[in-house]
């Protein structure tokens, strides 16, 4: 959004010229314009302040409405930016009272919404988006995915369909369509359940068992992992979609040695490549493990780096064991482990099995240090900066008051 872009400051100018005998602190003529030029320097709460007063006094004037729309909408663009989600939604609320007729607040709350998971008031707001504006590309792009992330997939395809025939080019749309056109074929015919947090599509034919177990590790994950983050519960609904090997290869495309993932929903395949059913104790801990993301996700809202992020996974889903401590002492032994800047990027799942299996073990094994020894509080502090928008060695360094340099030699020095 450009400053300034939506200022009428032509009412502005013939307004004072009109009103050069008047109050000159109370007309709203003048408000407006002293908002006008807080605004267009950056400074938009003293500029809602003299748009609010300007309002106030004229109710009636669509201009001051606008422009008090516009800076509610600037102030929450920067507070997302930082990571403040909340705080943004709540002027964006204020934006809609004022400026009901407007469509750009209703998108960009339903995308701040998004954002946050928030999936039932981001649907409920890019709707009335596109009741108010039918054809905005962004509002029906966005609440397609809005809908593709509450799995209703068809729905999303009616969205990006109309996108895509009146915008084709839209940057990266035919690929997610793509990617739910997929899901879709595999998943026509899953079985649908749903508890207090969860919605599980399954396949037919699943063990009655196992169905159970499911559910019960899930719920039981919700509880328990909330806890050790010092009480953080993700907003409803979570989907988990579980599948056969064979359906999990077709609907992710990833790679055969990938166990699960995490992309918005939790995905797992509930048999391994032979078709034989996972044990208990390894399904409940690639659905732990999945699970860590969502609660990751939550908190930094995606700004995590990889190590991290999988560490926290690992660290939370299974204890380091013996051939593990092995394999790290061996590793640092030889000199070959990573360093966690080589491990921040999410392209490190593109490394061949073997290096991705040590990148996972020392992410697990920094983390499983950093929790024990500093202790949750410090680990929060972090990922509350990072939700924040802060830098990764940056956040890191203002929680523990060490870089990287300093964490990779106590992790080396333990293994060695």
């Avoid at 899901?183 to 699943?206: A, C, L, M, T």
């Avoid at 509880?223 to 907003?235: A, E, L, M, Q, S």
């Amino acid at each position: 959004m450009k400053r300034g872009s939506f200022f009428c400051i032509g009412w502005c100018v013939l307004c004072v010229a009109s009103v050069a005998t008047a109050s000159i602190t109370q007309h709203p003529a003048t408000l407006n314009n002293d908002g006008v030029t807080a605004y267009q320097a950056g400074k938009f709460i003293e500029a809602i302040r003299y748009f609010e007063a300007a309002y106030k006094l004229a109710p009636e004037s669509a201009v001051v409405r606008r422009n008090l729309c516009n800076a509610y909408q600037s102030e929450a663009n920067a507070l997302a930016a930082n990571g403040e989600l909340n705080r943004a939604v709540r002027y964006l609320e204020d934006a809609i009272k004022v400026d009901p007729e407007n469509v750009s607040p209703l998108i960009q709350i339903g995308a701040y919404h998004l954002r946050a998971d928030n999936l039932n008031a981001a649907i409920r707001r890019l709707e009335e988006a596109i009741t108010l504006k039918p054809g905005d590309l962004d509002a029906h792009e966005l609440l397609g995915q809005a809908y593709y992330m509450d799995n209703d997939l068809s729905s999303a395809r009616v969205q990006w369909d109309y996108v895509l025939e009146v915008a084709p080019q839209r940057p990266g749309l035919h690929e997610r369509y793509e990617k739910a056109f997929r899901e879709e074929s595999v998943e026509y015919d899953f079985n649908k359940w749903k508890s207090r947090h969860f919605r599980i599509s399954y396949p037919q034919g699943i063990p009655g068992s196992m169905r159970a177990g499911v559910f019960s590790v899930l719920d039981r994950a919700y509880v328990d992992i909330g806890r050790r983050f010092g009480g953080v519960y993700p907003p409803p609904p979570i989907h988990v979609i579980l599948y056969t090997s064979e359906q999990f290869s077709e609907a992710t495309r990833v790679d055969g040695h990938v166990g699960a993932v995490y992309d918005g929903k939790i995905r797992a395949p509930l048999t391994d490549a032979d078709g034989n059913w996972l044990t208990d104790d390894e399904l409940e801990r690639r659905l732990v493990h999945e699970y860590v993301h969502v609660v990751v996700r939550y908190l930094t809202g995606g700004n995590v780096p990889w190590w991290l992020n999988e560490g926290l996974a690992e660290t939370l889903s299974r204890p380091l064991g013996e051939q593990d401590m092995r394999r790290l002492r061996e590793h640092f032994a030889r000199g070959d482990a990573f360093s966690l800047a080589a491990l921040e990027d999410n392209q490190i799942n593109q490394l061949p099995p073997d290096a991705l299996r040590l990148a996972y073990l020392q992410s697990h094994a920094t983390v499983d240090f950093l929790w024990n020894r500093y202790g949750r509080i410090k680990m929060m502090a972090v990922m509350r900066a990072l939700g924040n928008g802060m830098g990764y060695e940056e956040a890191f360094h203002a929680a523990y008051r060490r870089n990287y340099a300093y964490i990779e030699r106590d992790i080396a020095n333990m293994y060695r």
